[in-house]
């Protein structure tokens, strides 16, 4: 795959998120790839967002999907997947805790032939952000995970995954919230596909600006983590 010639699909999963996805989008479409396919699932959103997509987005965006019944995060990304056609595919939350102008990072391990997947982590060689037990418990499920997937990652939940895209629409993935982020780490590792991780920048928001992801998420994760331990 030349440098020059892959396409990127972005597949943006969005529940509620009116404050925000103007935003995201914007810093997409700024982002320094050449070639993107920028696809936006909203997953029943309630909050205006849906306006907003009709109004400003779709012309701006090559694909928005509505989800009619919400699927969680898992679900939103398994219709995102299956509409992909880029070359590489990666995952862009709505919020602002990720910078699409790090895309590079991500992608060209896989344009350079040194992985077919791609994570990028906040704790390579960055200064530690967020809440504190959130930092703990992403280091607990992450270690949890490589105990079986016999992986070496420092962030396993982390939202910037990259795929060939051959390799995320040959996955056939069950999880319908964050469940999917040890379900695909797992599967991933039974197809015994090359994994990298590269450094990337992380900017939290808060609870109280929408973070979603609570206890219960955590609890699901370690379920997932000994579920799909053998693929």
Known sequence: MEKKDFTLSIVI????EKDSIREIVDKVLAAPINSKEIIVVDDMSTDGTREILEKEIRPLVSKI???????????????GFRHATGDIVIVQDADLEYDPNEYPLVVEPILNDECDVCYGSRFLNQEKKGYKANQLANGFLTWLSNRFTHLHLTYM?????????????????KES????????????????VRVKEVPISYYPRTNE???????????????????????
């Open 13 to 16: 999963p969005c529940y509620n």
């Open 65 to 79: 999907i509505y989800h009619e019944v919400n699927q969680g995060k898992g679900g939103a990304l398994r219709t």
């Open 157 to 173: 939940e982390t939202c910037y995954k990259t795929f060939k895209r051959e390799v995320i629409q040959s996955v056939d993935l």
């Open 177 to 192: 919230r964050f469940g999917f982020e040890p379900e695909i780490t797992a599967k991933i590792a039974a197809m015994h």
């Open 209 to 231: 600006e929408g973070k979603k992801i609570g206890i219960k998420d955590g609890i699901r994760a370690i379920y997932c983590i000994w579920k799909y331990r053998k693929g």
